[in-house]
Nanobody, 115 residues
Framework: QGQLVESGGGLVQPGGSLRLSCAVS????????MNWFRQAPGKERELVAT????????NYADSVKGRFTISRDNAKNTVYLQMNGLKVEDTAVYYC????????WGQGTQVTVSS
């Protein structure tokens, strides 16, 4: 079916940076669009960024455009989310996702932006 394992979350001050990673196994990574979602306390899960199978097309939520960058390394079966200029409102659990015979989710990684 597939397995997604996120890492790289943590506590950072406003204006800081983090890079999230999502290691993928169990399917041919290079064939699939990959997504990053996030869910803040009391809010619905929202799509943050998407990257096409070859990495040539990316899309972002308006709230993160210009600050976040999604990328992938198909040789390493890994997708990344570089987050710069972090804001308090970016605090959430971040999830890696692929739509393959339904949704496959990672376990999530906590990002906390606080002074």
């Amino acid at each position: 079916q597939g397995q997604l394992v996120e890492s790289g979350g943590g506590l950072v001050q406003p204006g800081g940076s983090l890079r999230l990673s999502c290691a993928v196994s169990g399917f041919i990574f290079s064939l699939y669009t990959m997504n990053w979602f996030r869910q803040a306390p009391g809010k619905e899960r929202e799509l943050v960024a998407t990257i096409s199978p070859a990495g040539t097309t990316t899309n972002y939520a308006d709230s993160v455009k210009g600050r976040f960058t999604i990328s992938r390394d198909n040789a390493k079966n890994t997708v990344y989310l570089q987050m710069n200029g972090l804001k308090v409102e970016d605090t959430a659990v971040y999830y890696c996702n692929v739509k393959r015979n339904g949704d496959i989710w990672g376990q999530g990684t906590q990002v906390t932006v606080s002074s």
